[in-house]
């Protein structure tokens, strides 16, 4: 059976795009190319850029399908920027939908190819510190040092405020990596499954298995198809989650006077 | 985990990987140089080019959202409710003129009752006084032929009564012949019968 | 014992952490369904609720599950 984490593995594609190892000043020896990673990536994007343009160009007041999809997820957002944020949602509305189509894009394009690009931590990564410097840039503009408001807990007794406000300190520096390792697990786990899954089928099909084959076939073809489905919802959900999260640090930083 | 698969991280160069190592890890597997753990996501030489690329792609698209997506999106979004507002509007408009119709029918009704109750009352006011009349000048009319009846009977009764003496005296007269032979005088009879009564 | 036996048993207990993901995942979908029931005109103005709250129990999971990946491939 096939490794199931060699689909995660980060390759250069062409040696016309390939730079080597080259040293930096900063963050030393680093393998600069063109990876499957950087494909995926670029792929992903065009078809976001691709599916709003074609969602856009034609816009009618009356949508028609591919209008009415696009209207359906930029309503969503939408909605969730104003429901969570306020009237101030409308200003970071660019923001959150792009997060939520690119994340979208690439877990849904994730499903088609061999290669996931949010399945790689770097990328989730990249995600999860964009949005928490800008959470601690927009509070710190918007609030100056009113900002350290966010972890003096006035619910609390004054005796427990010091500890309360640590311990929402620290969560709060736990945000961008729990908002990384959700979208990476659940995209590396979901794929790593559908791949066991996978070579269990395989495994049967060549008849490695002997005659186990005949039962084993059945119940992993249908765990693989039913972890497809799942899958898309995943892809979907963990996009929608990572804005709503989003929206719901924003809306600490941005209502910080009037919230709370 | 013992893996079989002694892939390379590079499609086109090959890395030195032991054939005989088998039973390597899979850190030795995908090809040993990587100073961490064995999860292809953890080869951090790798991180450096997907982390800037991906900051760049992201800078673009959240450029072309800010600037050309959304608000496109968003003028659809106001034509759409500035039309819906205006077709509500105008509905509005129309069901106020139709309640405003409706208003005025029914109060047009409400007077055309109105008069059609006055006038059925005046009506029956007018047919009772007539009645009333009526049966007042047909009551005195019957009035006055009973007091009419009522003199007459009077009168035929005094008459009779005047009579009663005479024939009484008469009646006396020829009574008194039968039995004596001889008929007392009319004055005497009267003043008998007179006495009598 | 060998040592990349206990590895392996390690990353196997490691991954029992998804058992509590589980539980909170099934509770917070059951809870939803049982109130639901009760107001359904109020449930479809909780979806969103309901699925962050899922992820949020899930990620616990998820934390789990990629601490006995590092553990069973390191």
Redesign the interface.
Known sequence: MADPLHQFQVKPLTPALDFGEVTLPVVGQVHLAFTNSHLAMTIGFLLVVGFLTLVTSGAKVVPGRTQAVGETLFGMIDGLTDSIIGHDGKKYFPFVFTVFTFILGMNLLGMFLSFTATSQLAVTATFGMITFLLVVIIGIRKNGLRFLKLFWPTGAPLVMRPIVGLIEFFSFLLRPLTLTLRLFGNMMGGHIALKVFAGFVATAVIGAAGWFGVLIFPLALGMTIGLTALEFLVAFLQAFVFAVLTCIYLNDVVNLDHAH | ?T???T?V?????PAPVALEDTHA???A??GGEHES???????F???????V???F??A???W???K???P??R???D??AS?ISTAVETARQVQAEAAGQAEAAKAEVEQARASSRATAAAAKARVTDEANARAAAEEAVVAARIAEAETAIGKTRDAAMTNVSAIASDTAAAIVERLTGKGPTAAEAAAAVKGAA | MEAEAAKLIGAGIAMSGMIGAGIGVGNIFGQFLAGALRNPSAAGSQIGNLFVGAALAEALGILAFVMGILIWIS
């Open positions: 985990m893996v079989q698969d892939s991280p590079y499609a086109d160069a890890t899979t850190e597997a995908h753990g064995g999860l292809p996501q953890f080869e030489q790798h991180w450096f080019g997907q982390i690329y991906l900051i792609l992201f673009i698209l959240y072309l959202i800010a050309v997506f959304a496109r999106m003028r659809v979004f034509e759409r039309t």
